[in-house]
C-alpha cells in the first residue's frame, strides 16, 4: 500500500480524495431525498360521501341517513329522456331534407328529359311542316305548269279550229297525250314526227360562217310546246364538216332543253362548203326560230 503513497504528490492526492468521500456519506444520510410513509397517491382526490347524490355546504364525516331529496336520482333519467326526444327532431329534419334533396334531383331529371322531348317534339313538326311546305310548293309549280299547257293548247286549238269544233269523218287517233284526237296541225305533214308549231330553217342571215355557204340545212325537230329563238355557237373544219355546237349562246330567247337539244342535233348535221385556206376550226352560228303559229 505503501509502495502506492511513495511521493507527496499521491498522498497529497490521497487525502484529497478520502475527505471528498467522507462528506458525500455525510450528504447521504442527513441531507438525502426525503419520502412519505405511506407514499402519497397519484390522480384527482375525490371528496368523502356516501352516495352519488348530495347538497349542502356542510361535510359530514360519517354515513348519514337516507333521506328524500327535493330532487331524486329518477328525475335524471326524465332529463336525459328530455334530451332524447328533443334530438329526434333533428333525425326527422335531417332524413326530410335528405328526401327532399332526391325530390329535388329526381324533379330535375324529369323536368330535363320533358324539356329534350319537347324539343324533339318540335324539331319534327318543324321538320314535317317543312316536308309538307316543300310538297305544297311542288304541287303549285304542277299545277301551274299543267295550266300553262291547258292555256297554250286552247290557244292552239283556238288557232285551228279546236278538236271540238272538227267536222271531219275520220275517225282515230294520234298523239303523245292522254285525250283523244288527232294531235299535229292541219297543214303539217302526216308521216312527221314533231307535234308542236313551226321550226324555222332559216332564211339568208341564219347561217354565218364567213364567206362559206352551207350545203345541207337539216331542220331541227319540233317535240315540245315551246317557242322561241335559239342561236347555236357552231366550230367548222376545213372539210366543212361541224365539229362542236354549242346552243342557247347570248342572244338566245329560250333555252328550254327539248329546242336546245333538237338545235344541236341539227347544227351538227349541217354541211358546209369547204375551204383549204379556211382555219383549222372555223367559228360560226346558225339561228333556229321556233314558233307555234303558222
Same mark, same amino acid.
Given at each position: 500500500?505503501?509502495?502506492?503513497?511513495?511521493?507527496?504528490?499521491?498522498?497529497?492526492?490521497?487525502?484529497?480524495?478520502?475527505?471528498?468521500?467522507?462528506?458525500?456519506?455525510?450528504?447521504?444520510?442527513?441531507?438525502?431525498?426525503? *419520502?412519505? %410513509?405511506?407514499?402519497?397517491? *397519484?390522480?384527482? @382526490?375525490?371528496?368523502?360521501?356516501?352516495?352519488?347524490?348530495?347538497?349542502?355546504?356542510?361535510?359530514?364525516?360519517?354515513?348519514?341517513?337516507?333521506?328524500?331529496?327535493?330532487?331524486?336520482?329518477? %328525475?335524471?333519467?326524465?332529463?336525459?329522456?328530455?334530451? /332524447?326526444?328533443? +334530438?329526434?327532431?333533428?333525425?326527422?329534419? @335531417?332524413?326530410?331534407?335528405?328526401?327532399?334533396?332526391? #325530390?329535388?334531383?329526381?324533379?330535375?331529371?324529369?323536368?330535363?328529359?320533358?324539356?329534350?322531348?319537347?324539343?324533339?317534339?318540335?324539331?319534327?313538326?318543324? /321538320?314535317?311542316?317543312?316536308?309538307?311546305?316543300?310538297?305544297?310548293?311542288?304541287?303549285?309549280?304542277?299545277? /301551274?305548269?299543267?295550266?300553262?299547257?291547258?292555256?297554250?293548247?286552247?290557244?292552239? %286549238?283556238?288557232?285551228?279550229?279546236?278538236?271540238?269544233?272538227? /267536222?271531219?269523218?275520220?275517225?282515230?287517233?294520234?298523239?303523245? #297525250?292522254?285525250?283523244?284526237?288527232?294531235?299535229?296541225?292541219?297543214?303539217?305533214?302526216?308521216?312527221?314526227?314533231?307535234?308542236?308549231?313551226? @321550226?324555222?330553217?332559216?332564211?339568208?342571215? #341564219?347561217?354565218?360562217?364567213?364567206?362559206?355557204?352551207?350545203?345541207?340545212?337539216?331542220?331541227?325537230?319540233?317535240?315540245?310546246?315551246?317557242?322561241?329563238?335559239?342561236?347555236?355557237?357552231?366550230?367548222?373544219?376545213?372539210?366543212?364538216?361541224?365539229?362542236?355546237?354549242?346552243?342557247?349562246?347570248?342572244?338566245?330567247?329560250?333555252?328550254? %332543253?327539248?329546242?336546245?337539244?333538237?338545235?344541236? @342535233?341539227?347544227?351538227?348535221?349541217?354541211?358546209?362548203?369547204? #375551204?383549204?385556206?379556211?382555219? +383549222?376550226?372555223?367559228?360560226?352560228?346558225?339561228?333556229?326560230?321556233? +314558233?307555234? +303559229?303558222?
Amino acid at each position: 500500500m505503501l509502495r502506492f503513497l511513495n511521493t507527496q504528490h499521491k498522498r497529497k492526492s490521497a487525502a484529497i480524495t478520502a475527505v471528498i468521500m467522507t462528506m458525500l456519506i455525510v450528504a447521504m444520510f442527513f441531507v438525502g431525498m426525503r *419520502y412519505l %410513509d405511506p407514499p402519497e397517491e *397519484y390522480g384527482i @382526490a375525490v371528496n368523502f360521501g356516501t352516495s352519488n347524490f348530495g347538497k349542502g355546504n356542510q361535510q359530514p364525516v360519517e354515513p348519514i341517513k337516507s333521506s328524500v331529496s327535493e330532487e331524486t336520482p329518477e %328525475d335524471v333519467p326524465e332529463e336525459v329522456e328530455e334530451v /332524447k326526444t328533443q +334530438s329526434e327532431p333533428e333525425k326527422v329534419q @335531417a332524413k326530410t331534407e335528405e328526401v327532399a334533396t332526391q #325530390d329535388t334531383e329526381e324533379a330535375i331529371a324529369i323536368k330535363k328529359e320533358k324539356e329534350a322531348n319537347r324539343k324533339q317534339e318540335e324539331a319534327i313538326k318543324k /321538320k314535317k311542316a317543312e316536308e309538307e311546305r316543300l310538297e305544297r310548293e311542288r304541287q303549285r309549280k304542277i299545277a /301551274k305548269r299543267k295550266a300553262e299547257e291547258r292555256a297554250k293548247k286552247a290557244k292552239l %286549238d283556238a288557232l285551228i279550229g279546236g278538236i271540238n269544233n272538227s /267536222k271531219g269523218t275520220a275517225s282515230g287517233g294520234e298523239g303523245d #297525250d292522254n285525250v283523244a284526237g288527232d294531235k299535229g296541225k292541219i297543214t303539217g305533214d302526216p308521216n312527221a314526227s314533231g307535234y308542236y308549231g313551226n @321550226a324555222g330553217s332559216g332564211g339568208n342571215g #341564219d347561217y354565218q360562217l364567213g364567206r362559206r355557204k352551207p350545203l345541207v340545212r337539216p331542220k331541227p325537230r319540233y317535240i315540245c310546246n315551246e317557242e322561241g329563238l335559239v342561236i347555236v355557237r357552231i366550230e367548222v373544219d376545213k372539210n366543212g364538216r361541224v365539229i362542236k355546237a354549242t346552243p342557247g349562246v347570248k342572244g338566245s330567247t329560250n333555252t328550254a %332543253d327539248c329546242l336546245l337539244s333538237q338545235a344541236k @342535233a341539227a347544227a351538227l348535221k349541217t354541211k358546209w362548203q369547204s #375551204d383549204s385556206n379556211a382555219p +383549222s376550226k372555223q367559228v360560226g352560228t346558225i339561228k333556229y326560230r321556233f +314558233s307555234l +303559229s303558222q
